[in-house]
Each structure stands twice: as C-alpha cells, then as structure tokens.
C-alpha cells in the first residue's frame, strides 16, 4: 500500500535552513507529482510547491517562496526532500509531503507532517 | 497569490445540509475544474473528499458533493453526521500551474 513517512521534527535558528525527507513506498515515485503543503499552528494549508521526481526534477514553487525553497528527489531511495532556507519565526508550522493522483491537485495520500519550529 | 474566500464557520444539526461556498478569480477557480476539497481533523493530516469540482474519491459518502459557477465553487454535506465535524479546505490549479488553498471554514455540528 502506498505510504508517505516524513523526516523528524526539527528546532531551528532565524536565518537556518531544513531539509524535511518523504520517503515513498508503495508505488514508483517517478510516476507521480509530489506536492509540499505547510500548516502554521492555528492557521490554514498554504502550497509551497510541487516536484516530479525523477533524474530531472522538474519542481514549481508557489511565488512566495521561491528563491527560498528547493525541491528535489532520490529515485533509488523513493525519497522526496523540501529544504527551506533564510528561515524566520513565520515558518514555524507543520509541513506535509502529498502525492498527487493526476487530476491537479487531488492528493489521496499524505505524509504524516513534520513539524519545523523557528526560534531563537 | 492570495487564498480563496471561505466563509470561516458553518454549523448545522444532524442531518441537515450545508454549503461552504469557496470564492476565487478568473485565474484560478474560474479558469478550470481543477477545485478540490480536503476535510482536516484537529491534529491529522488533510483528507480528500472531492477533485475536480464533483467528483469523490472511493470510499467518500455520497453524502459530499460540489459544484461550480464562476469563479465560485461550492461544496455541500447533507445529512450531515458528527464525524463531519472538521475543517474543511478548497484548493484550485491556477493559470500560472500553481495551487491556492481557501482560507479555510470551520463546520460544526450543533
């Protein structure tokens, strides 16, 4: 069955960066968008971007972000990785991998969040 | 680019309806029939329930349904149950081939 496991919580300084992995099982990771998805505590979902992983790794990132973000992947370990750069207390939130079924944006499976904490 | 409008609470009794209406732009709701909707339970992680507009994923009760009109989707739950107590949230494909959730609506029910 297809299964998302992400990386670990994480504790970081102002100005640091995270590299949050989603290691996918279950299916060939090539053969699906993965999307990067964040919850800050109390606040909605924001979509930082998408990836197709492969040797390419073709990536789209939402405006806000880019510059800052970098998606990428590993096909021999079926893993996705987000990092996240110039960190600042904002982007304290949860951060959730979700693999894309082909229809723009449905995402039957998810990740189980990795919460990213910013603070000095 | 901004969230879509959702109205941020909706409440209802067991077994009435409810709509949550979810309001873009020409660029993103408007420009296609990539709207989808994700149920979130406090503390999990987002759950589908409808993709492109109308249509459910195996395994959604029929009890969930959408539609468009515009640039406004709308996703509606009649004889609404307890366990549909949630947050629920749009999400659209935009002409710049990015997403754009909705702001959320909190649904209660009474």
Redesign the interface.
Known sequence: QVQLVQSGAEVKKPGASVKVSCKASGYIISNHYM?W?RQAPGQ????M??IVPSDGDRS?????FQGRVTMTSDTSTSTVYMELSSLRSEDTAVY?C?RD?G??????Y????TLVTVSS | QSALTQPASVSGSPGQSITISCTGTSSDVGANNYVSWYQQHPGKAPNLVIYEVSNRPSGVPDRFSGSKSGNTASLTISGLQAEDEADYYCNSHTTSSSYVFGSGTKVTVL
């Open positions: 999307h998805v909605g979902l924001e979509w971007g998408q789209n990132y939402a405006q806000k959730y979700a079924e229809h723009y944006g449905d995402s039957l998810w990740g189980q969040g």
